[in-house]
């Protein structure tokens, strides 16, 4: 899908639900573009979940945890995973996530994000942005905010950190169609030992409507929030079965795909 991909640095990725025109389509005539991406830096991931997608042809989104030790033990296996096409996404340093909502108690006082300053966020996505170009050399970053949360103690820094994305993904209930779209937002399931069914229909669903299906995983056949590692090889073998019907991208693909669109929506718009 290069022949698709703009050449464009850092950019500021908010659409407006009127800022793609009806009639909007997929390359090749694709049905739905799929996601897939895989938060934490989780062996799983590179002992499972990397081998499966390299073994049906498929491309992933990896949201490192920068912090993460399993970064750190195995740098050159994660930049073959780069190298080999799959994205590395920005998911912070430190895993920030806010201690006060239910069901937070592990999170640790250091990491609370509820203490936050919105400066200390901001820097902490810069120097996260830094690091990953030390290991992939991309420029072009999407992102997936920790535990999902928007807010610090100074209030929403998912909307002050938007325009250095190209697109960041965050809890959503599915795209009815592309016109709802704003990709600084962009709705995404996070399943937790979702089945074979489930999965498909999730992308069955968006074909339907000619839609994005952004599904974010953690575990592959162990960790944490996993999906069970015969579940997910069937689904890639699906997806993977349907390449007509399918546009399995990373993230930053798929939204610079969307950003193309949309210019040339403007530009016909302005005739």
């Not at 069901?103 to 990491?111: D, H, I, L």
Request: charged letters at 20%.
């Amino acid at each position: 899908m290069s022949k698709w991909i703009i050449a464009t640095g850092i950019t500021l990725s908010v659409l407006s639900q009127s800022a793609i025109a009806k009639g909007f389509i997929w390359p090749d005539g694709q049905q739905a573009a799929v996601s897939l991406a895989y938060d934490d830096a989780l062996a799983s991931q590179l002992d499972i979940a990397i081998p499966q997608l390299d073994k049906h042809g498929l491309q992933g989104t990896f949201y490192l945890t920068l912090s993460s030790p399993v970064l750190a033990q195995r740098l050159d296996a994660w930049r073959a995973a780069a190298l080999n096409g799959h994205e590395l996404g920005n998911h912070s340093i430190n895993h920030p996530c806010r201690a006060g909502l239910p069901g937070r108690e592990w999170v640790e006082t250091e990491n609370n994000l509820d203490n936050w300053s919105m400066v200390r966020m901001l820097r902490e996505v810069q120097q996260a942005n830094s690091f990953l170009y030390a290991i992939d050399g991309q420029t072009v970053r999407t992102y997936t905010p920790p535990c999902g949360d928007r807010l610090n103690k100074d209030g929403d820094y998912v909307s002050a950190i938007a325009p250095q994305f190209a697109a960041i993904r965050l809890p959503g209930k599915p795209l009815i169609s592309m016109d709802e779209l704003n990709l600084s937002h962009t709705p995404t399931w996070f399943p937790d030992q979702p089945s074979l069914d489930e999965l498909i229909a999730y992308v069955e669903a968006a074909a339907k409507q000619g839609t994005l299906a952004s599904i974010s995983f953690h575990g592959v056949g162990g960790d944490h929030l996993r999906v069970d590692a015969d579940v997910h090889d069937a689904f890639l073998a699906y997806l993977a079965k349907h390449p007509t019907r399918f546009w399995v991208g990373t993230f930053r693909d798929i939204a610079l795909y969307i950003q193309r669109q949309q210019s040339e929506a403007n530009l016909v718009d302005k005739k």
